[in-house]
């Protein structure tokens, strides 16, 4: 698989950042996964943590490393979160969802005091969107309007699995949405804006002022990490 040692050292490197105690936002994709191996490692090595998963699969892997799972529900605050992306712009903005896990990442995104992305280098952009469909969780009920109403955006196209409208762990639909030409991160909170308050629209992948951190993996095992100013 493409740029596994990449995002490996990546994932890893991100979890230098967990002390013992912490509750950790557990994110959602390839590269977030291998953050799961280094916190069994931790754990072993007698680190006392906590996750709450992004989704059902982070969950799942989760689970068979051993790793003690929260509700969001149970905790007030998570010290860090570390997830992947598919991209990321110069000012750390991202856009999440190719795995349709982004109204859970979002939401322990928000939870977390830091959100720490692993990425390898294909991730960074100058646009977000200009390359890669942003993905929008919309409700099932009456998605044909809700998709006609994001079409002023750009085209969009029903995300199927199976021939069947794709279903994510919140039983929504998700539409990936093209971009003419993407968005320059200064254009990125007022698209954050316009797609927020689409009726039918339940949250879209466009990670805007969350990213503290930027840890991109290179595939001779090189890490580079940008550190981001929460404005
Ligand atoms: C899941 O919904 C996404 O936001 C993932 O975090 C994103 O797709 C990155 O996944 P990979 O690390 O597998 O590319």
Redesign the pocket.
């Known amino acids: 698989v493409a740029h596994e040692a990449a995002?490996q050292i990546a994932a890893r490197t991100a979890c230098s950042w967990i002390t013992d105690g912490m509750t950790v936002g557990l994110?959602?994709?390839?590269?977030?996964v291998f953050a799961l191996d280094r916190i069994a490692e931790l754990m072993a090595s007698g680190y006392q943590l906590a996750g709450v998963a992004t989704s059902s699969a982070t969950e799942e892997q989760a689970r068979t490393r051993g790793l003690q799972l929260l509700d969001l529900n149970e905790v007030e605050k998570l010290d860090l979160a570390i997830?992947?992306?598919?991209e990321v712009d110069p000012a750390g903005n991202l856009i999440?969802?190719?795995?349709?896990?982004?109204t859970r990442?979002k939401l322990v995104a928000l939870a977390a005091d830091e959100l720490v992305i692993v990425v390898d280098e294909s991730k960074l952009v100058e646009r977000l969107g200009a390359a890669f469909r942003l993905p929008v969780a919309i409700l099932p009920f009456g998605w044909r309007h809700t998709l006609r109403r994001l079409s002023r955006f750009g085209e969009g196209e029903l995300r199927t699995r199976d021939g069947l409208p794709y279903a994510t762990d919140n039983g929504n639909h998700i539409v990936d949405l093209q971009l003419p030409g993407g968005v320059a991160p200064e254009q990125v909170m007022q698209l954050d804006h316009d797609l927020s308050v689409i009726p039918g629209v339940v949250e879209h992948g466009l990670f805007v002022g969350l990213t503290t951190r930027v840890v991109v993996g290179s595939d001779d095992r090189q890490t580079r990490i940008i550190e981001i100013p929460r404005v």
Do not use: M, V
């Not at 997830?83 to 598919?86: K, L, N, P, S, V």
């Open positions: 995002k994110g959602t994709g390839s590269t977030a997830d992947g992306a598919d999440k969802g190719g795995g349709g896990a982004l990442e």
